[in-house]
């Protein structure tokens, strides 16, 4: 029986870190697991088809550090909810958003279904293994938390505009059809741009609202429709450091701008799509 045990752990293991691929024909009744949520901090929402999920981080200079602890915090507070089966990729906002992301193809845990079966140690046994998986996830949850903390503030150049066609170019590759898309921003929205002149702060004197808007009607003109693919799910979590520069844009101008933005991708009325553009994050990520 030790043996036993000791190779199902192993298994168990190696399908957690996909390094072997689980039988997906196995026979199932469905029967929920009911995991208490102080033992196991991973609550996904239940009642969603897996996910294809972009993830942002802004680590510009403009978010300071007590800005990045922020984003490492409420990162991990929405990985805990996404969904069984869901992929996850993680980029830093960055002058090089098309370079390696600094954590791709995360997968949260499958299904856990109990065994046909009215053993009860047979199915104590899968309820185990269950919450083995989802503490595996747990911990490279909070490694990601973790290392996200360690990360200095880039240099201070902040192109947050371009990285739409990145994701575009990201959900392009995804199976829209067995996954839900979901793109999510931790940053301040502060684009300061080089390559499309636009700056909403200023080291003199706090830019014109206006002027902005125009910058942003003249200079950004995309090839792409990005409302084609990613029609599920936009979430943009404001995550302003303490000593935010007054010199800037206010939040409700910032979310002027970037709803002119996304009207220039294709999102030509937003209340079409789940959009959030908050300080807090949406009750649907809270456990």
Request: proline letters at 4%; charged letters at 30%.
């Amino acid at each position: 029986m030790k043996l036993i045990l000791v190779i199902s752990a192993y298994v168990l293991l190696l399908t957690s870190c996909n390094l072997i691929t689980p039988n997906n024909n196995q026979t199932s009744n469905n029967t929920p697991i009911n995991v208490d949520e102080s033992q196991n901090p991973y609550q996904p929402r239940e009642d969603e088809k897996p996910e294809a999920v972009l993830i942002y981080c802004d680590l510009t200079t403009s978010i300071k550090q007590d800005g990045i602890l922020k984003i490492s915090e409420k990162l991990k507070e929405v990985l805990l909810t996404i969904p069984r089966e869901s992929v996850i990729t993680i980029r830093l906002i960055e002058k090089d958003l098309f370079s390696e992301s600094i954590y791709s193809g995360i997968k949260t845990p499958s299904q856990c279904d109990m065994p046909q079966t009215t053993i009860n140690r047979k199915r104590r046994e899968a309820q185990k293994e269950c919450i083995e998986k989802d503490k595996i996830y747990v911990q490279i949850v909070e490694d990601i938390s973790s290392k996200i903390k360690t990360l200095k503030p880039q240099k201070n150049i902040s192109c947050i505009i371009d990285s739409l066609e990145a994701a575009h170019d990201f959900f392009k590759g995804k199976d829209g059809n067995n996954y839900k898309f979901r793109l999510i921003y931790f940053s301040d929205m502060i684009e300061q741009c080089d390559s499309n002149d636009i700056y909403l702060c200023s080291t003199k004197r706090k830019p014109k609202i206006d002027d902005i808007l125009g910058k942003v009607e003249r200079n950004f003109n995309p090839s792409y429709d990005l409302s084609k693919l990613l029609k599920d799910e936009l979430s943009v979590i404001i995550t302003t450091s303490e000593n935010q520069n007054d010199r800037c844009l206010l939040l409700s101008e910032k979310k002027q701008v970037w709803e002119l933005v996304f009207k220039k991708v294709g999102y030509s009325n937003l209340n079409l799509l789940a959009f959030n553009f908050t300080q807090e994050i949406p009750d649907k990520f809270k456990r």
